[in-house]
């Protein structure tokens, strides 16, 4: 199950977290977003103590959608050792998101 994410948890779940770490930028009222729930939620799932993978409600928290330029949703960002390395704009398919965190874990 994806973690939630919040701008209290971030920087201690994303920031400073030791394993690739999948962020889903998303809101309640977002068709796609809803469409990609399910696929994050399979990642999660499958990446489970090998990678982090989360869900970050732009509504309720702001702060990081802003630092990092989240300006679209859904928007998925992938971070390793506290660096942002990667970024998806928009509803892909689920192996975008897989390779990415097997490019960080190889």
């Known amino acids: 199950m994806a973690l939630e994410i919040t701008d209290t948890n971030f920087e201690d779940v994303v920031l400073k977290s030791d ?7 998303w809101a309640a009222w977002c068709g796609p977003c809803k469409m990609l729930g399910p696929v994050v939620e399979q990642i999660a799932d499958e990446y489970e103590g090998k990678a982090v993978v989360g869900k970050l409600d732009v509504d309720a928290n702001q702060q990081y959608a802003a630092q990092f330029g989240v300006r679209n949703i859904p928007t998925v960002l992938v971070f390793q050792n506290g660096e942002l390395v990667g970024r998806q704009v928009g509803v892909a398919p689920k192996n975008v998101y ?9």
């Not at 394993?19 to 930028?25: A, E, S």
């Open 19 to 25: 394993k690739p770490v999948l962020v889903d930028f």
């Open 98 to 106: 897989t390779e990415a965190i097997d490019k960080l874990l190889a």
